[in-house]
């Protein structure tokens, strides 16, 4: 991993060079803290802190983010297995000193390989922000900060869909049915309390899904045209700083 330049940054106070949005989850179908306040439970000092050192970790150290990820059939393919951060609108990888002037940063990276459209693409867009469960004019309803998406990891084919994504706070509704797999679950990835949502989705009879939130990995086979997508999260990277 690589090594970054110690620096000190003004910023305005809070540990990072912006003020957070503020985000009320409390109709989301699940919400957690990054520092593990969940949905239904009252933050501790503590779990308040954890939120805030986490979110300071992963806006100024964050460097990569590796997976699996693809869209097969036997005559095309697109794959992806990793992304840098970058400024949001960029192409630069910005290093922690330069995030000091770019409070939204990004992964995004695609692969479309005509021409039936198989397209392999892992995105997110990276920005903490104070999470209230109530109303955000009211402190005493904050409960920590969190980050709104970690990673969107999404592969689709013409009929075989396999989606990974990685939350703070989501709408969602499991769902098993023959033709589509929508798993969502509390985890944690990487020491960072997510909500984990996967989904795999199929247009035939023929064929095969699996969409497990826990283990961070979704897959479609449609067996009528032999076409398999696959999204996997693997880990992400960080910078590391010289012992001073």
């Known amino acids: 991993m690589p090594e970054a330049i110690p620096f000190m940054a003004l910023g305005v106070g809070n540990g990072f060079p912006f003020i957070p949005e503020r985000v009320n989850v409390e109709n989301f179908d699940y919400w957690i803290t990054l520092g593990g306040t969940q949905k239904g439970s009252t933050p501790t000092p503590l779990e308040i802190a954890t939120s805030?050192?986490?979110?300071?970790?992963?806006?100024?150290?964050?460097?990569?983010?590796n997976f699996t990820l693809s869209a097969t059939s036997p005559s095309?393919?697109?794959?992806?297995?990793?992304?840098?951060?970058?400024?949001?609108?960029?192409?630069?990888?910005?290093?922690?000193?330069?995030?000091?002037?770019?409070?939204?940063?990004?992964?995004?990276?695609?692969?479309?390989?005509?021409?039936f459209t198989f397209v392999a693409l892992g995105q997110s867009?990276?920005?903490?922000?104070?999470?209230?469960?109530?109303?955000?004019?009211?402190?005493?309803?904050?409960v920590g900060f969190g980050i709104k998406t970690f990673m969107r990891l999404e592969a689709s084919g013409r009929r075989p869909e396999s989606k990974v994504t990685l939350h703070s706070y989501k709408y969602a509704t499991p769902i098993?049915?023959?033709?589509?797999?929508?798993?969502?679950?509390?985890?944690?990835?990487?020491?960072?309390?997510?909500?984990?949502?996967?989904s795999a989705k199929k247009?035939?009879?023929?064929?095969?899904l699996s969409a497990n939130a826990l283990a961070f990995t979704a897959s479609a086979v449609d067996g009528n045209i032999n076409e398999e997508t696959v999204a996997t999260m693997g880990s992400f990277e960080f910078y590391t700083y010289p012992n001073t």
């Not at 910005?94 to 695609?110: D, G, I, K, M, Y």
């Not at 867009?125 to 904050?142: L, Q, R």
């Not at 098993?176 to 996967?198: E, K, L, R």
């Not at 247009?203 to 095969?208: E, I, K, Q, V, Y």
């Open 76 to 115: 095309y393919s697109a794959t992806l297995s990793s992304a840098l951060l970058k400024k949001l609108g960029l192409t630069d990888m910005p290093t922690p000193v330069q995030r000091a002037c770019a409070p939204r940063l990004e992964f995004e990276e695609f692969v479309i390989d005509p021409p």
């Open 125 to 142: 867009v990276i920005g903490p922000v104070e999470m209230y469960n109530g109303v955000t004019t009211d402190n005493n309803n904050f």
């Open 176 to 198: 098993n049915t023959s033709d589509q797999i929508v798993d969502v679950q509390y985890a944690t990835f990487q020491g960072f309390p997510v909500v984990s949502y996967a």
């Open 52 to 65: 805030h050192i986490n979110a300071v970790k992963f806006y100024w150290s964050l460097y990569r983010a």
């Open 203 to 208: 247009r035939s009879n023929a064929g095969s």
